[in-house]
């Protein structure tokens, strides 16, 4: 072999590798890492960025990303000191869940602490359940560490529950019931009791329900995926529920596949609106099972909100869906939805709007 073939080869051989680094790293550095939440919540993003860029997991960036809008009380929907129930009082629901492992972790209902997406971390880590809820999560998750027992109202969700007093408690989430425009105490109607109602006229009334009226203002989740430098995917949610909610009452912000659910071999979703309607149909799991099956993220984001639609034409609602390459969309129902999301080709966080 002669000198001037073997330079030449070797020189070719370097150039080759040298394309293919750059051409490895370039696909790299637009597919992750990857962080997409619900709504402008930018400083909750920023926060998952800053976390995720450092090298943390995709499970820890996600209790960064939702703790901050815990912080912030993002939209007063998100955190403690909004969204009272009827007795006034402000509980949290959150969920995290590992797409590595398919790991689970929510509280639901929880009073007297604030941290619930650190809450839903506990549950994932210390146990082998998947949910715990009202105060035995409470008690859970001071046991473990997390600050409490803490009045999770403020004067903002007091003063709004007692105008909401002063309206005879209305509008209200309960339904068939006697007095209709009071504060109660409630009874079912007379013909309910009585068992006279038919199968036939519960399914209409079921499809027909008259509901609040469901926008940012008195419901909302974070609902947030990330895709971390080495690919793992996780995601999670964080709500204090719909305001005026009957006590007890756990929304679709703690149930996986409902408010949010991560595979890492296809992607993850986030969803918020109407939860007690969404989570009938389990948009989520919906959205990442298409993509499954080779859907592209915004055809597997607006099937799984027709399905609700078809049933439901009046309802409220938006997802988001985000597949494993980093390609992201979303869709919506009622209302104009917006997403956030940063990743290594933005200079900072970036919102898209998606139109009904």
Request: with cysteine; charged share 20%; hydrophobic share 40%.
């Amino acid at each position: 072999m002669s000198t001037l073939f073997l330079s030449l080869l070797i020189a070719a051989t370097i150039l080759f590798s040298s394309a293919l680094g750059n051409g490895a790293a370039a696909k790299t550095s637009w597919k992750y890492p990857l962080v997409v939440s619900t709504w402008p919540f930018k400083e909750a993003v920023r926060a998952a960025w800053r976390a995720v860029h450092n090298g943390a997991s995709a499970v820890d960036t996600v209790v960064e990303g939702c703790s901050a809008c815990e912080e912030l009380r993002c939209d007063g929907t998100v955190g403690p000191g909004g969204s009272p129930d009827e007795n006034g009082e402000t509980t949290i629901d959150a969920m995290l869940m590992n797409g590595v492992t398919m790991e689970v972790g929510a509280v639901a209902a929880m009073r007297y602490v604030r941290d619930g997406i650190k809450a839903a971390q506990l549950v994932m880590q210390y146990t082998q359940h998947t949910m715990l809820v009202g105060e035995q999560a409470s008690i859970f998750a001071i046991s473990m560490g997390l600050p409490g027992p803490t009045n999770l109202s403020s004067t903002e969700s007091l003063e709004k529950w007692a105008k909401w007093k002063e309206s005879n408690c209305q509008p209200n989430f309960r339904k068939n019931v006697s007095p209709a425009d009071s504060c109660g105490p409630y009874h079912p109607e007379h013909a309910l009791a009585l068992g006279k109602i038919t199968c036939s006229m519960a399914n209409l009334d079921g499809l027909n329900e008259s509901r609040p009226f469901i926008d940012r203002r008195n419901h909302d989740t974070i609902a947030m995926a990330v895709i971390d430098t080495m690919g793992h995917i996780a995601a999670g949610t964080s709500t204090n529920g719909a305001t005026f909610k009957i006590p007890g009452r756990v929304g679709d912000g703690p149930i996986a596949g409902s408010s949010a659910y991560a595979d890492a071999e296809v992607g993850a979703c986030g969803a918020t609106g109407d939860g007690d309607i969404m989570m009938r149909f389990l948009p989520c799991y919906q959205v990442v099972e298409s993509m499954r099956r080779g859907m592209q993220p915004e055809l597997a984001a607006k099937d799984a909100i027709s399905r609700i639609a078809n049933k439901y034409p009046d309802f409220t609602g938006a997802v988001f869906a985000v597949n494993k390459d980093g390609a992201h969309a979303g869709a919506c129902h009622g209302w104009t939805f917006q997403y956030s999301v940063r990743n290594p080709g933005m200079d900072d966080v970036e919102v898209f709007t998606v139109l009904p």
